[in-house]
């Protein structure tokens, strides 16, 4: 008897609190749904993606072309430059005994030249975006180009060649030309082909319905023959002869750069009339045999402390300061093409007196 009325009793407070579970979800959902219903009256369902329209991109297409003689890496050269370094005697005596079967150059003078085509060649995509929280209307501008041409070369002394070598293996038979292990006076031109990619670009914003030009890149990026084959450059200092500012291929937010973005107030000013000297910052001492120049107004200049380069009065407004590094086998081994790293650097220059 006692047992039955345990068994009763328990099954029944079960039921009870099995209905008092039931009823706490049932008002929970009720609550959500009401709050639901109290949060979504008057939203708007999400913004759809703004896309630009054929307005937009003919207008940002205007502004692009506007500025593109500041927008292409050009650096040709109107005629053979003098080469103030040589390559050290060390150098070109251990190329020639690690490899007599290739002819060495002493070369003294050298010109860039692009060709008629990738001078009227500019291709350039863009991305638009709408920053709903600025209320601004952005389009980045990506500038890519492959430039051609021939890097040209003048040797005043080359190592002869004197023979053929023939080298027999079980497999094959190798016939090989030997070259002279010193060098002999010449006068020659060497030519070599050049095939440069280059990745620069812009941003520009919407102000009261017109495309504007708003921001400069950091750097244009030459590499040649591609950017996984072209030497490293890390960083340059440039300096007035009160400041010295060192330029990076990335910086961080409180340094200069060329993987950023500047308004013309921000780029590197300077005034009319001023001298510049540019060094490079080469921390892979494990790789130091290379040539640095930088270019001006189609002059190539040698860099270092010595070296200094002064704006005329003409030269105001946004300039491009070019920085090149070659390696030193691209100026004493017969074949190969141009091997390098260049920047394309964007400065501002003021009025004299300003």
């Keep these: 008897m006692w047992l039955n009325v345990r068994e009763y009793l328990t099954r029944e407070a079960g039921t009870i609190r099995v209905r008092i ?47 593109k003689q500041l927008l292409k890496l050009d650096f040709p050269e109107l005629g ?65 180009e492959t430039i051609p041409g021939i890097l040209r070369l003048h040797a005043f002394q080359y190592t002869r060649f004197l023979r053929d070598s023939i080298i027999i293996t079980p497999g094959e038979t190798l016939r090989l030309k030997f070259y002279d292990s010193v060098f002999t006076d010449t006068s020659m031109i060497v030519e070599k082909p050049m095939q440069g990619v280059v990745n620069g670009g812009c941003v520009l914003r919407k102000e009261d319905g017109e495309w504007r030009f708003w921001k400069w890149d950091g750097g244009q990026r030459f590499s040649a023959p591609t950017p996984e084959d072209a030497p490293y450059l890390l960083a340059a200092d440039i300096k007035d002869g009160v400041k010295t500012t060192r330029y990076y291929l990335r910086p961080d937010t409180t340094q200069f750069g060329v993987q950023r973005f500047y308004g013309t107030g921000e780029l590197l000013s300077y005034k009319a009339g001023d001298s510049l000297w540019v060094t490079p910052v080469n921390v892979l001492t494990t790789d130091p045999n290379h040539f640095y120049f930088f270019f001006f107004k189609g002059i190539r200049y040698p860099m270092g402390d010595t070296n200094k380069i002064r704006f005329g009065l003409p030269d105001t407004g946004v300039q491009r300061l070019f920085i090149e590094k070659i390696p030193y086998e691209v100026f004493y ?18 009025g004299g007196g300003q």
């Design 333 to 350: 081994d017969a074949g190969g093409e141009l091997n390098a790293a260049g920047w394309g650097i964007p400065i501002y220059i003021q």
């Design 80 to 144: 053979f430059q003098f080469l103030k370094w040589t390559v050290p005697d060390t150098i070109l005596k251990k190329a020639i005994s690690d490899n007599p079967f290739r002819q060495k150059y002493r070369c003294d003078s050298l010109q860039h030249i692009f060709s008629a085509e990738s001078l009227q060649f500019f291709k350039f995509s863009f991305v638009a975006t709408l920053d709903t929280a600025e209320q601004e209307t952005t389009a980045t501008v990506t500038v890519v």
């Design 21 to 67: 579970g039931l009823g706490s979800v049932l008002v929970a959902i009720g609550f959500i749904l009401t709050i639901a219903g109290i949060w979504g009256c008057g939203r708007m369902p999400p913004a759809e993606p703004w896309q630009p329209t054929a307005a937009d991109s003919a207008g940002i297409d205007s502004v692009v072309k506007a500025y």
